[in-house]
Structures are given as C-alpha cells and as structure tokens.
C-alpha cells in the first residue's frame, strides 16, 4: 500500500523552505540588477532592498512557525531544546509522530 505524501507536513514544510531560499536568491542576486537596470538611485534601491530583506525574514520566520505536528503542535523546525534549524525534521522532536504520513 503506497501513501500519499504530497500533503503531508513534511513535504509542505520542505516546499516552504525551498520557496523561501528561492526568494531570498531572487531578492538578494536579481532585485538589485533590475533597480539599477530601471535607474533607481542607490538610496532608493537599498530602502527597497531592505524592505525586501525584512519581508522575506518575516514571512519565512512565520511560515516556520506556522508549519506544525499535527499530534502535538511543535513546529517541524524546532528540534530539542528549543533549537531552530532550517531544515524539517521527518519525526517531530517532541512527540516522535512520523511527519511524512498524510494528514
Ligand atoms: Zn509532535
């Protein structure tokens, strides 16, 4: 019998963190090539590369937290000792439930 994992918390939470550090690519290697393509002054493209920065910091720090063991409620990035780490982990550290199983 095979699972169906693709709504499991773990591949959303890997999905998540790989979108996140596309963005944070994008934002810090392709953003500041097109404000200076578009001839924004560098005082201007560093408060819109700032904002960009903050943004992304913000919602990756959120969609971290928001992402949870659906038995215990710890998020998939914290492991003992209240540690972050940027990866999910496939056991939840507090409850042990496999969090690669469907929800
Ligand atoms: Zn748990």
Redesign the pocket.
């Known amino acids: 019998m095979s699972k169906n994992r693709r709504n499991s918390p773990y591949v959303k939470a890997c999905l998540f963190m790989l979108c996140s550090i596309l963005c944070g690519i994008v934002a810090i290697s392709l953003v500041p090539m097109v404000l200076a393509d578009l001839g924004l002054s560098p005082d201007a493209a560093g408060w819109v590369e700032a904002s960009l920065g903050a943004t992304w910091v913000l919602v990756g720090g959120i969609g971290a937290f928001a992402i949870r ?1 659906p ?4 998020s998939l990035f914290k492991r003992r000792w209240s540690i972050h780490v940027p990866w999910p982990a496939e056991r ?1 550290s ?4 496999d969090l690669t199983n469907e929800t």
Do not use: E, I, T
């Open positions: 063991c038995m215990c409620g710890r939840c507090k409850c042990n439930y």
